[in-house]
Every structure is written in C-alpha cells, then in structure tokens.
C-alpha cells in the first residue's frame, strides 16, 4: 500500500484537494513538508495528499515494473474520486502531466515543476543498472548515486527502484499536447539545467504559463518563489 500523509486544515475552504508528487530518489516529506509547502496549503484551507512514489519513503518495494500511466492512475486514486489540484516537481511532474489524459473531468488546477523536457532514462542502460545494484560491476553516473541515496544502501530497496526506472523508461515522456481543461502552470528555476528546452513543452499548452524562479532542480523547489508559484496557481 503506498504511503500517504494526508493534511486537513482547520478552516477547510472547501476546495478540491491538493495532491503533491515528489520527484525521482525523493520523497513526499522532503519535497513538499521539509520545505514547508504542504504546511503551508493546509494552512490556507486546502486539504493536502502527499504520496510517496513506489519504492520511495514509506512505500513499499514495487514487485514489477509499471509504466508512467498506470503509476499515475494510483497516485490520482489517493485523492479520492472527485476534483483534484495537482503539484508535481520533477518526475512528480512528468507524472502530474499523464492525469489529464486519464482523468479529464476531475483534475483541475495544475503546476509541473522542475519538468525535464525530455525523457531522463532514455539512454540509461537498465540491465547495468540492475547488475549494479544485485552487487556486480559498479556502475557510476547520476541515476545510479541518487538510487544508492534513495534506497539507503538497502539491495531490495534500490531493486525496486530500478524496477520504477524499467518501467518509466518503457513508457518515455514524449508530450504531443496537454489533454487538461485547464492549462497548467509550469514553474522552472533559473539555473536549473534540467528544465532547458522547457519552452518547447509549454508550447503544446495554449494559454499555460512559465514562472522561472531562483535556483538550481533542488534549490527552486525550497526557495520561497517556488511556494509563491504555487499558491498562486491553486487560487485561480
């Protein structure tokens, strides 16, 4: 069962739901309460679902891969079956962008923060990975650390996340256009290699705005212009 930390506001607004998906060799309390967000929502009267993708914090160890659609589908069930907003920051947003198709009628507001315009495991070589983590050749490069980070030195757990990786890169993010009724809110920091070439992506949303705030794909997300984005976005 994935692990969700739910947040309810003294003074509920009566407003959708919030639902807030952390990025890649993350989780839900570092990327959204650490830094203050999630705290932050609630206190304007949102309720807030803050999932922790598969494999990630508290969630358990997926047993197979499963593409982008289908982990998106499990996320946006968290939120229950009614309208929802939804914040998502780095894959979280790669897989905030797949909810719309899935769910037209039910997701509303939505912000893709820190989104790479490109498929990040494209040209990842899975089976090295996966040799790597049972404890074969080392294997070095960007993935391969933050899964070392991610899994805490656990083989099992950082086998699950390669499983998470087999599966998205299966299904690459390749945009064609934005299924949502409402144009998204793309938010991206200034020094943030990740996000270059965004601009091609917001272009397949007529009417969808790009913030650029402070900062580097980790800095953006903690810095007080990114929580400014956002609420701003979710009062609109």
Known sequence: MTAVQTFTPDRPTGAPPVLLLHGFASSGRQDWVDTGIAAELAAAG??????????HGGSPVPAEAAGAPEVAAALLALAGDGPVDVVGYSLGARL??????LAPDRVRAVVLGGLSPFEPFAALD?????AAVAGGDP???????MIAGASGGVPERAAGL???????????????????RTPPVFVAGAEDMMTSGIENVVALAPGARLVTVPGDHRGALAGQAF???VAKALAT
């Open 96 to 101: 905030a962008w797949e909810l719309p198709e």
């Open 162 to 180: 390669v499983r998470l990786v087999e599966g998205l890169r299966a299904t690459p993010f390749e945009p064609k256009g934005w299924a949502g």
């Open 126 to 130: 899975v089976a090295a990975l996966r």
């Open 46 to 55: 949102r309720v807030v679902v803050v999932p922790d993708l598969p494999g």
């Open 227 to 229: 929580r400014d984005a």
């Open 139 to 145: 294997m070095t490069g960007m993935i391969a650390a």
